[in-house]
């Protein structure tokens, strides 16, 4: 599996996004982590990314 992997990840929630970011210490991906739809759409355009893990219910955007 690819370790050099950017992954972007939108979860409002603290406690599951503590969960996801498992991936960036043991998986030893290159994780980053946002609260809401409005920073993930943000964010892609600061930097390039391989892939989105994202919560469906969240604020101001949701992530379907």
Avoid: Q, S
Avoid at 16 to 42: F, M, P, Q, S, W
């Amino acid at each position: 599996m690819k370790k050099d992997l950017k992954i972007l990840i939108a979860e409002d929630d603290p406690a599951n996004a503590n969960l996801l970011d498992l991936l960036k210490k043991r998986g030893g991906y290159h994780a980053t982590i946002v609260g809401n739809g409005v920073e993930a759409l943000n964010l892609p355009n600061e930097i390039p990314l391989d892939t989105l893990l994202t919560d469906w219910m969240m604020p101001e955007i949701n992530g379907i």
